[in-house]
Structure formats: C-alpha cells, structure tokens
C-alpha cells in the first residue's frame, strides 16, 4: 500500500513515482493491471526514469509506456529535456506513450503536454492519459495553482502590483523591446524586470534573442496572470447600493466628465461591450480615493455588505488606468486589463473574459500597440 507523505508531497523521486502509478491504477480500477519494470525503474541509459506496463481486464492487450518524473515542470524544461527524446523515440515507433508524472503541472505545461500527445498525472488530481489499445481515457481537473509553500530563491510568480505593470507592456505591446526598455516604460528596476522575464521564458510565455524579447504569448500571459489574481480580494473594493438602480448611476457618470480621469469601467457593463453576452451583474470600477469619496457625496450610494451593485474597485497602483479607452463617453479599462479583471472575477465573469478573448485575438492589429513610443503609466 502506497504511503502518503506527512506533508502532501513526496520527498523523493522513487516515492513521486509510486504515487503517481498508484494514481493511475486507482483511475483504472482493479480489473486493469498496471506493472512497474522494476529493472527499468533507473535505465539512465535508455533515457527514462521508468516503464510500466498496462494490460486490459480481458488480457488480450498489453501496452508499454515510458514514464518521466520531476519534482518540477516548465515547458522550457519540457523542451529542453523530454520533448527531443519524444520525438526521436517516435520516429522509431509511431505509438510511443509517455506518461509525465510530478507533484503540480502548470497549466503552460500541460497545454504543451497535450499538444506533443504525452499523458500527465499530477498529485492534485490533474490528469489526461489517452490510449488507443487498450482504449483509455482519463480525464480530471486538480488544483490551478501550486499548492506547494514556496521556497527561498524559487521562481516568481506573476502576482503583486509590479508584475502586473509589467503583465499589461507585454500584453499591451508588440515585441521587440529588451528588459532596460520594460523598466523605463514601467518604472520599474532592471533587475525586478529581468528576474521575471527569466521565468516568463522558462514558461514559455515569452522567446528571447540575444536578450531582446522577441514573442510574446499575450493569451497565455493574461491567463497565468489571472490565474494568480483576485478581482475582489478582501479590502480592495466597496460595496454599494445605487439608491435609483444602476442604469441612473451610470447615467450620472456621464454627467460628471470632471471624474473621467480617474474611474474606469470594467467587469460585466464593460465586458457586454467588447462581446455582446446577457451576463447582467454589477457595475464595476475603479475609482481613485479622490474618485471615490466625489462618488459617495454625489451619488447618494448606501454601502452595503451583500447584494450591492456597484462596487467601487480600489486599485493597488495606476496599472488599470494604463490604456483606458472611451466608450459610449465613458472611460473604460483596456481590453488585457478587462480580461484579466473578468477571469479572476466571480460568477459568470470568467466566461465574459473568453469572449473578450475571443475578440482580442479576432481583433488584435486593433488594440495591440507597435512599439514602446510615447508609452507612459498613469503618474501615481
């Protein structure tokens, strides 16, 4: 019987390896025969950490899949490491399966693994392994993020104002740019900008030539930002009542052109006019201090702690007013900040922000800049 760690995670490569096959045979179920070679289990020469045959209930078939075990994946990594030899080994045999078994697959690496036809188990519960003879489909959703505690000099992630700065240049601009021209056009250091580039590479999300980013994944990149984001995290927004409905406080915003440079509309309302969608919900915006105190002595709005709305979001810095666009005579975010407040939104808001997508990516000689010119962040 496979032991569990005492703290979740398995401490070395040997119990990474049990787990993930036991796993599997449990996805299975007990009429399936799931075998570790154990002569193969350290074959270094072959190129692989392990095999494992599968047999069907009825016996009549038996299929032998190659298994790759790390502590951690990147699809850098992947490419660097597994994916020629996935590729050599099928040169030699059509219908080689590969198996990638770790703690936490991101999803970067798994969209990757999908896409060279490499199965993967993750101990959150993140699996796809598909086979042909025998027929196997497993399919399963696990954890988005690592539930892993971060150690001292791991990589960093995409959360925090400062990656967000830089999260909506990459997005916002087409390549190229070298990382001194980011941290002018952020504000922010050299070497803070350089660090998350590395991990933006090692991800996959951005190619660098020479040290000058040359692609940028922007879906990609909004997605992983979103994924390590809040829309309403506790403390940064202000629920409220609109004492003559919605479409009046709306109505009012018009009135007050004084406001305009520092709200800006996002969420459902701002959402509804980039994809048409009968999503409804909220009106939200960001609103400065100064905004929002103009905001409660004009309009009358009753705070409320639950079925507000209009909430009143408070930015962690001027990055959403970064690209704000004038629609209908009201100042709305940029499309990149639109869809990462609708991903990392409640409710219906994550499905708003796919069909923002959806038009970003029909549309993006419309809203993607050429070049870092003339590009300046609101003064905080």
């Given at each position: 019987?496979t032991?569990?760690?005492?703290n979740?995670?398995?401490s ?7 787990l993930?096959?036991d ?5 299975l179920?007990?009429?399936w025969?799931?075998?570790l070679?154990a002569d193969?289990?350290r074959a ?7 095999l ?7 016996r009549?078939?038996t299929r032998?899949?190659?298994v790759e075990?790390?502590?951690?994946w990147?699809?850098?990594l ?9 590729s ?8 080689t399966?590969v198996?990638?078994?770790?703690p936490?697959?991101s999803?970067?690496t798994?969209?990757?693994l ?15 392994f ?13 954890a988005?993020r690592?539930p ?6 791991a990589?960093?992630g995409?959360?925090?104002a ?5 999260v ?5 601009v ?9 941290a002018?056009t952020?504000?922010l250091s050299?070497?803070?900008v350089s660090r ?5 590479e ?7 030539r020479?040290?000058?980013v ?9 997605r992983l ?6 829309l309403?995290?506790?403390?940064r927004f202000?629920?409220?009542l609109a004492?003559n ?20 509309l996002?969420?459902p ?6 994809a ?5 919900g ?11 105190a103009r905001?409660l002595?004009?309009?009358?709005l009753f705070?409320v702690n639950q079925g507000?709305?209009v909430?009143?979001?408070q930015?962690?810095d001027t990055s959403?007013?970064f690209?704000?666009?004038?629609v209908?005579?009201l ?8 869809v990462?407040?609708s991903?990392?939104g409640?409710g ?7 069909a ?7 549309h993006?000689?419309?809203w ?13």
């Amino acid at each position: 019987m496979t032991r569990t760690p005492e703290n979740g995670f398995p401490s070395t490569p040997e119990q990474l390896l049990e787990l993930g096959i036991d796993r599997l045979r449990k996805m299975l179920g007990q009429q399936w025969e799931v075998v570790l070679e154990a002569d193969a289990c350290r074959a270094e020469d072959l190129g692989h950490d392990a095999l494992i045959t599968i047999t069907s209930p009825d016996r009549s078939l038996t299929r032998r899949v190659l298994v790759e075990t790390k502590p951690s994946w990147t699809p850098a990594l992947l490419e660097r490491e597994l994916l020629p030899r996935v590729s050599l080994m099928r040169r030699l045999s059509q219908d080689t399966a590969v198996l990638v078994i770790a703690p936490w697959i991101s999803p970067q690496t798994r969209a990757l693994l999908s896409r060279w036809d490499c199965g993967y188990i993750d101990l959150t519960g993140n699996v796809s392994f598909r086979m042909n003879q025998p027929a196997i489909v497993l399919e399963t959703q696990g954890a988005a993020r690592d539930p892993r505690p971060r150690t001292a000099g791991a990589q960093r992630g995409l959360s925090g104002a400062r990656a967000g700065r830089l999260v909506r240049v990459l997005a916002d601009v087409r390549p190229t740019y070298r990382a001194t021209e980011l941290a002018e056009t952020t504000g922010l250091s050299g070497a803070y900008v350089s660090r998350l580039l590395d991990t933006l590479e090692e991800e996959a999300i951005i190619r660098r030539r020479n040290k000058v980013v040359v692609k940028v994944d922007w879906e990609a990149l909004l997605r992983l930002r979103a994924s390590e984001t809040s829309l309403l995290r506790p403390g940064r927004f202000l629920g409220f009542l609109a004492p003559n409905g919605l479409d009046s406080f709306i109505g009012k915003l018009l009135e007050h052109q004084e406001l305009h440079t520092s709200i800006a509309l996002t969420g459902p309302l701002a959402a509804t006019k980039v994809a048409p969608l009968a999503i409804g919900g909220q009106g939200m915006l960001y609103a400065t201090e100064e905004a929002t105190a103009r905001l409660l002595e004009g309009q009358g709005l009753f705070p409320v702690n639950q079925g507000a709305d209009v909430l009143l979001l408070q930015p962690p810095d001027t990055s959403p007013f970064f690209g704000v666009r004038q629609v209908d005579g009201l100042p709305h975010v940029a499309l990149s900040q639109l869809v990462l407040d609708s991903l990392s939104g409640p409710g219906r808001l994550p499905a708003a922000g796919e069909a923002v997508l959806n038009y970003m990516r029909d549309h993006e000689k419309n809203w993607r800049l050429d070049d870092l010119d003339g590009i300046e962040f609101p003064p905080p």
